[in-house]
């Protein structure tokens, strides 16, 4: 009851933020020093499923690891509208492909959201073998965002 609770309210204020963004709420360097927040909040998730399958391997560290990627996952895609790209002024390594080819992008993005959903269940499950197996699955869907939709640092 309480993990669907959560999951509704993720799931609300995703929503909530995607819609206040794409109707103009946040100037284009709010919306794209969100996004890189995000990422950089999956990225020390990510950092935090490493170290635990490394080592120790603590069922409630990867699962909340691994809800942290799932609910930020959602909120990403919406933070790419139009406007926050390059020529925004601001820093960012989003490649225009990201606009110009929107339904690739959006297509990879669902599948980061699908993959990390996945990872939430097999990481309660405490079973360390399939949670490594859908953490190389979701750092590679990832890597293929980031080949094709990414600058290189």
Do not use: Y
């Given at each position: 009851?309480?993990?669907?609770?959560?999951?509704?309210?993720?799931?609300?204020?995703?929503?909530?933020?995607?819609?206040?963004?794409?109707?103009?709420?946040a100037?284009?360097?709010?919306?794209?020093?969100?996004r890189?927040?995000?990422?950089?909040?999956?990225?020390?998730?990510?950092?935090?499923?490493?170290?635990?399958?490394a080592?120790?391997?603590?069922k409630?560290?990867?699962?909340?690891?691994?809800?942290?990627?799932?609910?930020?996952?959602?909120?990403?895609?919406?933070?790419?509208?139009?406007?926050?790209?390059?020529?925004?002024?601001?820093?960012?390594?989003?490649?225009?492909?990201?606009?110009?080819?929107?339904?690739?992008?959006?297509?990879?993005?669902?599948?980061l959201?699908?993959?990390?959903?996945?990872?939430?269940?097999?990481?309660?499950?405490?079973?360390?073998?399939?949670?490594?197996?859908?953490?190389?699955a979701?750092?590679?869907?990832?890597?293929?965002?980031?080949?094709?939709?990414?600058?290189?640092?």
């Amino acid at each position: 009851m309480v993990i669907r609770k959560l999951l509704f309210l993720t799931a609300a204020l995703a929503a909530l933020l995607a819609g206040g963004i794409s109707a103009g709420a946040a100037s284009p360097a709010d919306t794209i020093s969100t996004r890189q927040a995000n990422f950089k909040k999956m990225g020390g998730a990510m950092k935090v499923l490493k170290e635990e399958l490394a080592g120790g391997a603590d069922k409630a560290k990867m699962l909340t690891a691994a809800r942290t990627i799932a609910a930020t996952s959602r909120l990403q895609k919406g933070l790419f509208p139009a406007g926050t790209g390059p020529g925004a002024g601001v820093k960012t390594d989003a490649l225009p492909a990201i606009w110009a080819q929107r339904p690739a992008f959006d297509a990879a993005a669902g599948k980061l959201v699908a993959e990390a959903d996945k990872l939430v269940g097999v990481a309660g499950s405490g079973n360390s073998a399939a949670v490594l197996a859908q953490f190389k699955a979701v750092g590679g869907s990832c890597a293929a965002c980031h080949r094709q939709f990414r600058a290189d640092e």
